[in-house]
């Protein structure tokens, strides 16, 4: 899906390959990996330079325009895309990212186990 509108945006701007990735600063072999979906988890850092050198935002890059959105039932506000572009900015990687989110699922795990043997325990035995 990335690679698909990544190629999208690219040729309407008129951009091949190789002037993309100059222009950019990334790898032409790892442009063209995300392209043909061979590489499907680009970085943050890579889809932020990609999107401003083709004037565009991550969001859209990542086609979740409000067409997109819409049609996925998914709708990444101002507010997300504003969190999200600072995220980027200040280095944040995907796998920061990720690391962040399993974080949170395992805190929400442990509050839920916590809160499971608080009710056992007041339990009548």
Do not use: C, H
Request: aromatic fraction near 8%; hydrophobic fraction near 30%; avoid cysteine.
């Amino acid at each position: 899906m990335v690679g698909e509108r990544l190629r999208e945006l690219r040729q309407e701007k008129g951009y091949s390959i190789s002037e993309l990735a100059e222009l950019a600063g990334v790898s032409k072999s790892y442009l063209s990996y995300i392209e043909r979906d061979v590489q499907k988890n680009p970085s943050l850092q890579f889809l932020r330079k990609i999107a401003t050198t083709l004037q565009t935002d991550v969001e859209d890059l990542l086609g979740n325009s409000s067409s997109n959105a819409q049609s996925q039932n998914f709708v990444l506000d101002e507010e997300w895309g504003r969190l999200l572009n600072k995220a980027i900015s200040e280095g944040m990687s995907k796998n920061d990212f990720k690391e962040f989110r399993d974080y949170l699922k395992f805190r929400k795990w442990k509050e839920a186990k916590n809160t499971n043997i608080s009710i056992q325990e007041d339990k009548p035995k």
